[in-house]
């Protein structure tokens, strides 16, 4: 009998701006916990190595810290960096990285498989954050069909891709984010209830930037408090915008009941003791926060927006939306669902799975693409 040779274990350089605390550094800190180390030696290349995620990566990645300010500023140490490791397969997150990628691509060693990793939709992106969105929207479509695969959190994004950027749909992967449900519910039970007060407590979570649309929600507090007065709204994140957002709640007096409590490291435990998540975004690629408080049992109200939630709804069901930019609407189902007692109790009490979005199921997705 021939002796059993194990294969190779295939090198992958991840690539990310750096570990902060935005969705996507989240995902990349998921896979790079839980991927298979038999089949893999892991990588991770950041232009700055900081950011609230660092401390969470795993002592056998090895992290290269380019000490780069800006994307352009770091295509030498890039380039350098992928003779220097050499890897099987390049996995890079977010647009300006990604097209920088794809432009010096023919500098580095050959056989590189360059996959890269959309996180939101970007014609949306384009034309609401874009200082060029015409050259971008040129640079997309020239650029991304270079690359070997080019994965999307959504069936809606791969759409967006081929309709908009006219990428070839067979180099279009939609995998969509992970969910560490076991992570999520064993630090939702660290620590006591953060709130006080009879409630309701609302939680909305993100970067504190137009896309995430807090404006529309404190707009809407001031219908909210006129039929529920005790309610209270907690928002987790940091961002150019709070002291804007912090004048706007001052303006509606509504200051005392609106908390800007920054970045937390727990947010699990806020999703946990509140009654009831809300999203307001303007667009959006995957929330994975979304995910993780209907994973621990909370109802989440949402704007219908640009990105993946109808195929979440779709997949779990208990999301109710509402139209975007509608802070009428918004305030109209938050009292609603706030008031529906009964519903919210069977809804806390049946933390339900997430189905597709499992974290073995994607991390499995995510393996096979980075071993093909």
């Not at 232009?47 to 609230?52: A, F, N, V």
């Not at 056989?111 to 034309?127: D, F, P």
Request: aromatic share 8%; glycine share 8%.
């Amino acid at each position: 009998m021939a002796d059993f040779v194990m294969p190779e274990r295939r090198k992958v350089l991840f690539l990310v701006p750096s570990l902060g605390a935005g969705g996507a550094e989240r995902v990349f800190s998921i896979l790079l916990r839980h991927l298979d180390r038999s089949r893999f030696e892991l990588h991770l290349g950041v232009l700055q190595g900081k950011g609230e995620y660092l401390e969470d990566l795993p002592d056998d990645v090895v992290l290269h810290d380019l000490s780069a300010a800006r994307v352009r500023y770091a295509l030498p140490s890039l380039v350098k960096l992928a003779w220097r490791v050499r890897p099987d397969t390049i996995l890079s997150t977010l647009g300006h990285l990604n097209l920088a990628l794809i432009l010096i691509r023919p500098f580095m060693p050959r056989g590189i498989k360059l996959l890269i990793r959309e996180a939101a939709i970007a014609s949306v992106v384009l034309r609401e954050e874009g200082r060029y969105p015409g050259l971008y929207t040129w640079l997309y479509r020239h650029l991304y069909k270079r690359a070997h695969r080019i994965v999307c959190l959504s069936d809606s994004m791969v759409s967006d891709m081929a309709e908009h950027f006219n990428v070839p749909r067979e180099k279009l992967v939609r995998i969509y984010n992970p969910i560490d449900i076991k992570r999520v519910r064993a630090m939702a039970e660290i620590g006591e209830n953060p709130y006080s007060g009879l409630g309701p407590h609302l939680v909305a979570a993100g970067r504190l930037t137009r896309q995430k649309g807090f404006d529309v929600l404190l707009n809407a507090m001031p219908y909210v408090l006129d039929r529920l007065p005790d309610a209270r709204l907690s928002i987790l994140g940091l961002g150019d915008l709070r002291q804007e957002l912090v004048d706007q709640a001052i303006r509606l007096g509504i200051a005392e009941k609106v908390y800007f409590l920054g970045f937390q490291k727990n947010p699990w435990l806020y999703l946990r003791y509140a009654d009831l998540f809300v999203l307001s975004s303007r667009y959006e690629g995957m929330p994975n926060i979304v995910l993780e408080a209907l994973a621990l049992g909370l109802p989440v109200v949402a704007a219908d927006c640009p990105g993946a939630l109808r195929e979440m709804k779709d997949s779990v069901k208990r999301i109710v939306l509402v139209p975007g930019e509608n802070p009428g609407a918004l305030a109209e189902a938050i009292v609603e669902v706030c008031g529906e007692t009964q519903r919210g109790r069977e809804w806390r009490h049946s933390r339900q799975g997430i189905g597709m979005f499992d974290l073995q199921q994607v991390v499995g997705e995510y393996s096979k693409l980075l071993s093909g």
